[in-house]
């Protein structure tokens, strides 16, 4: 009888484990998706500034997990970013970039690195993330006179109440800050994420793939 359990079980049991750690080591497959198009976000207005902390090590993993310091979106998204730029640059502000798309090898190290009571604000790879879609952005907003980023209730990737966009605390020129930088994004079909002040969501991310191309193969895909 226990011969025979484990002739037909013991398969089916692989048969699962393989195929958990197979979804964990690549992204979710989906089918009828756009192709990626991504559109690098310094190349639309030599203004828009870079601040790609996962390019160094001023992150909350503490290193280096982007070898370059590069910024892209779909190209709607990116059109949309622009015009936000643009309208900033009118009160001589500007947008200064902290990420953009996301491989999704990249999403699976943040879950992992993650504490369980912080995965809130990070995806969790099974599912993939809007970065991953290119349709995410992390940003806020720099002076364009001085070149110093203008003050926020907490810091990027800040893992505490502060981080929220309902956050009531920090000084009126804080929250007046990040809630110039929601209008404008909001106004352009983005979407303020609920437990960070500088995520935002382009509309129509479902329409896109979770991908997990490396910056240096971005315009490459055919």
């Known amino acids: 009888?226990?011969?025979?359990?484990?002739?037909?079980?013991?398969?089916?049991?692989?048969?699962?484990?393989?195929?958990?750690?197979?979804?964990?080591?690549?992204?979710?497959?989906?089918?009828?998706?756009?192709?990626?198009?991504?559109?690098?976000?310094?190349?639309?207005?030599?203004?828009?500034?870079?601040?790609?902390?996962?390019?160094?090590?001023?992150?909350?993993?503490?290193?280096?997990?982007?070898?370059?310091?590069?910024?892209?979106?779909?190209?709607?998204?990116?059109?949309?970013?622009?015009?936000?730029?643009?309208?900033?640059?009118?009160l001589g502000l500007g947008l200064v970039i902290y990420d953009g798309y996301r491989p999704w090898t990249i999403t699976k190290l943040f879950w992992e690195v993650t504490s369980?009571?912080?995965?809130?604000?990070?995806?969790?790879?099974?599912k993939g993330s809007k970065h991953n879609r290119g349709c995410a952005v992390d940003l806020?907003?720099?002076?364009?006179?001085?070149?110093?980023p203008v003050a926020m209730p907490s810091g990027y990737d800040e893992f505490t109440e502060r981080a929220s966009p309902y956050y009531t605390g920090g000084t009126d020129k804080e929250r007046a800050n990040r809630d110039l930088l929601r209008k404008f994004m909001e106004n352009e079909g983005f979407t303020i994420n609920a437990n960070e002040w500088w995520h935002f969501d382009y509309k129509d991310w479902e329409e896109y793939a979770i991908y997990d191309i490396a910056f240096s193969d971005i315009g490459k895909i055919k």
């Open 116 to 126: 369980e009571d912080k995965r809130k604000f990070v995806a969790n790879p099974e």
């Open 140 to 148: 806020s907003i720099y002076d364009l006179k001085t070149g110093q």
């Open 1 to 90: 009888m226990i011969k025979h359990f484990l002739r037909y079980t013991l398969p089916l049991i692989c048969f699962i484990l393989c195929s958990n750690a197979s979804a964990q080591n690549a992204p979710p497959k989906q089918d009828n998706k756009h192709e990626a198009r991504l559109v690098e976000l310094i190349k639309l207005d030599n203004t828009i500034k870079l601040d790609i902390r996962y390019a160094s090590e001023n992150n909350f993993v503490g290193r280096k997990v982007y070898p370059e310091a590069r910024a892209f979106l779909q190209k709607p998204a990116s059109r949309a970013l622009l015009r936000v730029h643009k309208k900033l640059k009118k």
